[in-house]
C-alpha cells in the first residue's frame, strides 16, 4: 500500500464505517494520519487491475520497545467483494510478511456481531482471548469487542 492507494483504501475503510460493526470510528482520517498511526510494512492491497478490493495492515499496541514484536491487524474488504476468499488472502499473507518482520505477536479487537472476522481470525490460527464489554459508546449504545491474538512459532520468543 502506498499513498496513491489511499482514496481507494479510505472509502473500502468509509464503507466499514458505514455498516457499523468495523471501527468506532466514526469517519477516515487523512492519508498523513493514517500513515503515522501504521507500521511502515506490512502494509497490503488486494487488487483486480487498477482497483482495490482489500487492504490490510498493522499499528504497533504501544511506543514501549518491549512491545516492538506485538501489532494490532486492520482488515477490510469491500462490500462488493466479501466471501471470494480476500480476507483470507490478507490474512494469510499479513501473518507470513509479519512474522518476517519479527512480530511474535499480532492481535485484534472485533465487535461481537463481526462474526465472519472472528470466523476468519480462528481459521488462521487466532485465538479469542476475552471479550470487553460495553468498552465504548456508539452512537449512544454501549458496545462490547472480543479480543483475539495470533502468537507466531517463527518469530520472536513467544509463550506457548
Given at each position: 500500500m502506498t499513498a496513491t492507494d489511499w482514496e481507494q483504501v479510505r472509502a473500502i475503510y468509509l464503507e466499514g464505517v458505514r455498516?457499523?460493526?468495523s471501527t468506532f470510528e466514526t469517519e477516515a482520517p487523512s492519508w498523513e494520519a493514517w500513515d503515522e498511526a501504521h507500521h511502515r510494512s506490512p502494509r497490503l492491497v488486494m487488487r483486480d487491475g487498477d482497483r482495490v478490493l482489500g487492504w490490510a495492515a498493522l499499528s504497533p499496541i504501544s511506543k514501549r520497545?518491549?512491545?516492538n514484536g506485538v501489532a494490532e491487524l486492520?482488515?477490510?474488504v469491500t462490500e462488493s467483494a466479501r466471501g471470494k476468499g480476500i480476507g483470507r488472502a490478507l490474512l494469510e499473507a499479513l501473518i507470513d510478511?509479519?512474522?518476517?518482520a519479527g512480530i511474535w505477536t499480532l492481535q485484534a479487537s472485533i465487535f461481537p456481531e463481526n462474526i465472519a472476522s472472528i470466523r476468519l481470525q480462528e481459521a488462521c490460527g487466532f485465538r479469542i482471548v476475552g471479550r470487553r464489554e460495553r468498552i465504548a459508546q456508539m452512537d449512544e449504545v454501549w458496545r462490547d469487542t472480543i479480543l483475539t491474538e495470533r502468537r507466531s512459532s517463527k518469530a520472536g520468543s513467544p509463550v506457548a
Open positions: 455498516e457499523g460493526n520497545r518491549v512491545y486492520t482488515i477490510y510478511k509479519s512474522e518476517q
